[in-house]
């Protein structure tokens, strides 16, 4: 009988990153894959999964406006345990650090499902920072069998962590593989930006940089575009309202400041090639930018994304109005500066991760 693997997925970047394994997995043929959408996001959720063609087999449709991290966390909880009986997978694949991520892990753990961790690894060292990300990878990881590590630097965190390395393997990160397969089609222009303008794109969503910290950073984004007139800034706006109704009051109605709806995966990936500086907190983003080449100025105070920032391609300014001006201003002034950072080093991985991870699991599943 065909091994079940059943892939989970709950917001905007564990579809990006999940895909890839979700459509090698079903080309391979050895198991019966199915896909559990817990729809932590649901439009943005939907954005991807619509891109990839992937429809999920069952869809808990969790999202509230605005929820917080208890009502989510256990509404997930005590919702996955049923999905799981019915489903009874023989491995649930997870990927990344979310809310779904490690509520699946923990009712696969109850119900004493092996579990396989896409993008294992990843620490800051800091339980705040991202929070509450850095503890649901570190459940995440404690409760896997497999863990699927992106990079050397992401092995050796677990290694000192004491897990056994029979359990843990290098495959790169699948957002290169997702990122492979769409930048090669041919992408829309971003809307509502001038030849001859220079572009900074923008993403924020961080719950640690929510408040003084997010005000600091449109402040920032505003004194950039006021700095520079051949500069436009588009800035696809995360819907959680923290963010958004802050972005607008702040941000709109500037003549050189686009704030728009989260963009498909394909328009924002236009949007990275055509950009000439991201400003960014996400975590996708960080993988991503270097791959297109594009200079990243961090605005965390920490980054489980060190490879990049090693090799000189992304910079982590943290959330403060003045690194963030006195970088992008003088990435957009100073072109050595600019060169330096727009090398095209790509330290997330070479797009053949999923196809890695269903070798090991195939190997360790069916022999
Ligand atoms: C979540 C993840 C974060 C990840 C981010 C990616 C947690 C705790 N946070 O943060 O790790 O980096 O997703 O974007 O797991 N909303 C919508 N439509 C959507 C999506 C969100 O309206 O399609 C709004 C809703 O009001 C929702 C709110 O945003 O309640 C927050 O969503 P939530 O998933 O709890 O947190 P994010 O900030 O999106
Ligand atoms: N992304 C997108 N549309 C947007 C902004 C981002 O498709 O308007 C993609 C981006 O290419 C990356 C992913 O979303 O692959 C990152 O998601 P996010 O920043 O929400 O989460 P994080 O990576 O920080 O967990």
Same mark, same amino acid.
């Given at each position: 009988?065909?091994?079940?693997?059943?892939?989970?997925?709950?917001?905007?970047?564990?579809?990006?990153?999940?895909?890839?394994?979700?459509?090698?997995?079903?080309?391979?043929?050895?198991?019966?894959?199915?896909?559990?959408?817990?729809?932590?996001?649901?439009?943005?959720?939907?954005?991807?999964?619509?891109?990839?063609?992937?429809?999920?087999?069952?869809?808990?449709?969790?999202?509230?406006?605005?929820?917080?991290?208890?009502?989510?966390?256990?509404?997930?909880?005590?919702?996955?345990?049923?999905? /799981?009986? $019915? *489903?009874?997978? &023989?491995?649930?694949? !997870?990927?990344?650090?979310?809310? +779904? @991520?490690?509520? %699946?892990?923990?009712?696969?753990?109850?119900?004493?499902?092996?579990?396989?961790?896409?993008?294992?690894?990843?620490?800051?060292?800091?339980?705040?920072?991202?929070?509450?990300?850095?503890?649901?990878?570190?459940?995440?990881?404690?409760?896997?069998?497999?863990?699927?590590?992106?990079?050397?630097?992401?092995?050796?965190? /677990?290694? $000192? *962590?004491?897990? &056994?390395?029979?359990? !843990?393997?290098?495959?790169?990160? +699948? @957002?290169?593989? %997702?990122?492979?397969?769409?930048?090669?089609?041919?992408?829309?222009?971003?809307?509502?930006?001038?030849?001859?303008?220079?572009?900074?794109?923008?993403?924020?969503?961080?719950?640690?940089?929510?408040?003084?910290?997010?005000?600091?950073?449109?402040?920032?984004?505003?004194?950039?575009?006021?700095?520079?007139?051949?500069?436009?800034?588009?800035?696809?706006?995360?819907?959680?309202?923290?963010?958004?109704?802050?972005?607008?009051?702040?941000?709109?109605?500037?003549?050189?400041?686009?704030?728009?709806?989260?963009?498909?995966?394909?328009?924002?990936?236009?949007?990275?090639?055509?950009?000439?500086?991201?400003?960014?907190?996400?975590?996708?983003?960080?993988?991503?930018?270097?791959?297109?080449?594009?200079?990243?100025?961090?605005?965390?105070?920490?980054?489980?994304?060190?490879?990049?920032?090693?090799?000189?391609?992304?910079?982590?300014?943290?959330?403060?109005?003045?690194?963030?001006?006195?970088?992008?201003?003088?990435?957009?002034?100073?072109?050595?500066?600019?060169?330096?950072?727009?090398?095209?080093?790509?330290?997330?991985?070479?797009?053949?991760?999923?196809?890695?991870?269903?070798?090991?699991?195939?190997?360790?599943?069916?022999?």
């Amino acid at each position: 009988m065909k091994k079940r693997i059943l892939c989970v997925v709950g917001t905007r970047p564990e579809a990006i990153k999940m895909a890839p394994v979700i459509l090698a997995l079903r080309e391979a043929h050895w198991a019966d894959v199915r896909v559990l959408a817990t729809a932590q996001h649901r439009q943005m959720l939907d954005q991807v999964l619509d891109v990839f063609g992937i429809v999920p087999d069952v869809d808990m449709d969790i999202m509230r406006p605005n929820q917080t991290l208890p009502e989510l966390t256990s509404r997930l909880l005590a919702e996955l345990d049923g999905v /799981l009986a $019915r *489903e009874a997978p &023989d491995v649930l694949l !997870v990927q990344g650090d979310t809310t +779904t @991520v490690m509520t %699946a892990s923990l009712a696969a753990f109850y119900r004493r499902i092996h579990v396989g961790h896409v993008e294992a690894g990843l620490r800051t060292g800091d339980m705040q920072n991202p929070f509450p990300e850095e503890m649901n990878r570190m459940v995440a990881g404690r409760l896997s069998r497999w863990h699927f590590a992106p990079t050397t630097s992401s092995r050796d965190n /677990l290694l $000192r *962590e004491g897990f &056994d390395q029979v359990g !843990v393997h290098v495959t790169g990160n +699948t @957002v290169i593989d %997702a990122l492979k397969t769409v930048v090669a089609r041919d992408l829309p222009a971003p809307e509502g930006v001038q030849t001859g303008e220079r572009l900074v794109l923008v993403t924020a969503h961080r719950r640690e940089n929510f408040g003084a910290p997010f005000r600091e950073i449109c402040r920032a984004i505003r004194e950039i575009a006021d700095r520079h007139d051949d500069v436009r800034v588009l800035y696809p706006v995360h819907p959680n309202p923290n963010v958004s109704e802050v972005a607008h009051e702040m941000l709109s109605g500037h003549a050189r400041i686009t704030l728009c709806a989260p963009l498909d995966y394909l328009p924002f990936v236009a949007a990275m090639k055509r950009a000439d500086l991201i400003l960014t907190d996400s975590g996708g983003v960080q993988e991503e930018a270097p791959a297109l080449a594009k200079p990243v100025l961090v605005m965390r105070r920490e980054t489980e994304r060190p490879e990049a920032v090693a090799e000189g391609v992304v910079k982590l300014v943290g959330p403060e109005y003045g690194p963030i001006v006195t970088e992008a201003t003088r990435l957009l002034g100073d072109a050595n500066a600019y060169a330096e950072m727009a090398k095209g080093v790509s330290p997330y991985g070479d797009g053949q991760a999923s196809s890695r991870i269903v070798s090991i699991l195939r190997r360790d599943l069916v022999g």
